[in-house]
Structure formats: C-alpha cells, structure tokens
DNA sequence: GTCTATATTCCGATAGAC
DNA sequence: GTCTATCGGAATATAGAC
C-alpha cells in the first residue's frame, strides 16, 4: 500500500471514529512516522483527503456491487449487512453517517461526494430489494426505496446507538431486518 | 429566558447543526451580542456545556413523558414520532446521533450523559410499544426493545441521510414506521 | 454578569532545504 | 517525498477591571 493509500485509510478510519473536526493531520503524521507537511505533499487541504476517503468509499461500494452482481438477492443483502458488522466490530460507525451529522460544518466538496456515496448505497439496496420482491425471496409492503431507506436507517443508525445502550443491540437489529423480509404477508 | 437558558437552547441548535467540534463559543456570543468570556461565566468549560444541553434534553423528554402519561399508546408514539419531525424542519439533526458518532472525540462526563438520555428513549419506545401490543393496537413480532431500537434508529437516521438523498424521504420513513405497526399478523 | 486583554494550545497550511 | 521551520488563525480558557 502506498503512503497515499496508508492517509486514505487512516484517514477513513479516524472520521468514523472521532469524527471529520476531530482529527487533525498530526493524528496521521504520527500513525505513518512522518512529519505534518509530509501529508500536505499527498493532500494539499483536509478537504482534500476528506474527498479522496469518499471517493474510497465509492470505488470500494461499486466493486462489492460488482463482485455481488451474478448472486441471489439473499446473498447480496448480506453483503451489504455485512459493510456495518465489520464496522461495528472495530468500535467505529458508518462514514455517511458520521459526516451527515457534521455536514453543516465541512466544504461544499465533501457534501457533494458524500452525496453521490449515499445515493449509491440507496440505489444498489432498492436494487436487492426489488429483484428478492420478484423472486419471492422477500417480503415486504412499502416501496422497495422505501424498504431500503427503513433497512439503512437500522442499520447506520445501529452503529451509533449501540455505542450508548448495549452492543448487543446492533445484532438485534441486524437479525430483525433479516427475519422481517422473510415474512411472508 | 435567562441567558444561561439561551446559551444552553443554542448550543443545542449548534451541535445538532454543525457537530459539537465544530462550534465556538464566539458562535454563541455573537448570536447574544455578547463577549467569548461571558460564555465562561455561565460556562466554565465546553463540556460544561455540553452537559447542561444533555440534562436540558433529558429534562424535555421527561416532561413529555409525564404529558403522556395517560394517553393512548398511539398518541405517545406519534408524540414521540414528532420529535424528530419538528427536528427535521428546522433541517438539524438529533442529538444523539450527532454526539455519537463524535463519542471518542469528547469528554467522558458527555458521554456518560449521552448514554443516560439515550436509555431513557429507548426504555420509553420500548414501554410505549409494549402497552400498544397488549392493547393490541400494535403488532410486531420482535420483542418490544428490539422493535423499540428499530424505530428509534430508523428516525434518529432518517434524519441525517434524508439530509443526502431527498427531503421527502424522511416522511416516507416515518409514515412506513407507523403503517407496519397497524399492520395483523 | 459582562467587559477588555491576554495566555496558551492546537491546527491547517506554506516555503524552501535535502 | 520527507524534512525543518514558521506563519496565521482560531479556539478554549483565565485574570482582573467595571
């Protein structure tokens, strides 16, 4: 991995861990044994390296899509359920909504690739759910968009929140999502 | 309202807005026309006040509580339900949400308030939901705290991505939240 | 309770040597 | 690509006058 990359993924790390106005360039230097300008020669401005984890993220989400292209719904779903159990494992929480939360305070740049990142995850997870409604592996009422917002709503929203009540509530929620699209009416 | 109470109303406004690293006291006193240092008469530390924006919300939320007591547990729900609408057209975003995914950035005494606010919604959701399925007004199969933890994510997160996808989306969440609930087995 | 003034620390960012 | 050195700005916080 290059020095390039190593930023990338630190910096991916500490915004889902401290949030985007908690973590400092030092934060990094100190990680990588390098000095603080050493980063601005990768990055010339937070802003930048907030824009590059994004577009991290984004490339990581379409080769998932991909790789997941030719499975059945089921297993596609859980790939992406998956994303968040590995997540909550390291203590840290989703990087959309970690950065929503701080979106009044960050540049114009960062909003809009957080907004390209989040459309994607609705577009591929109404995807899943629309073709599991076909094939009769799913079941559910609302619209699939609908669905899927109520599905990643659990499921970001379950990282946060199981850091405040109990850690076991991130599995109660993830099992239910499961168990609740398998209903049938 | 004293000017305590207002700087505790703004802060509130601020962190569910921007994140609390990202305010300043200047962004307070400048909204009250007064100076930095009249903040920390009031205020010693930042966390001081960020603890004072906690019990001012855990105090809100018995309140309502107390309000409620005697309604239906429809109307509870709904009471708690617009909670998150009334965040939602002051286009903020809750503050649990928002403290949480800055949870390892600030001071331990926040989090522990976080954490006491945070239990009492979910003991409230999941009381409220517990009364409706006996009064078999609500229907669900998960048990009342699991069920309680979907709705509360569901709205806590609806809350930030419907700040990424489309405003509308928020209502949609809320409305199949309601809708599922009424729903036979 | 609010002010002026200031101390201190930290952070993002740049210049220029190696 | 990384270093040293440094600038400029912002933020938390305190001292002491009014």
Known sequence: MTTRET????GDQLIRDKGFNAFS???IARSLNIKNASIHYHFPSKTDLGIAVLKGQQDGLRSL???YSKKTPEEKLL???????RIKAEGKVCIVGSLATDLNSVDEKIAVELKKLA?????????????????KVFYFRESSRTRALLIITNMLAALQVSRL???NDFSSIKNAIIKDLRVKP
Do not use: N
């Open 65 to 67: 899509i991909e790789a």
């Open 165 to 167: 009540t109990d850690e």
């Open 79 to 85: 790939a992406f359920l998956s994303i968040y159990t």
């Open 7 to 10: 930023i990338i993924a630190l």
């Open 119 to 135: 459309q994607e995850i609705l577009s591929w997870v109404t995807q899943i759910l629309d073709e599991g409604k076909r094939k």
């Open 25 to 27: 360039f030092y934060d």
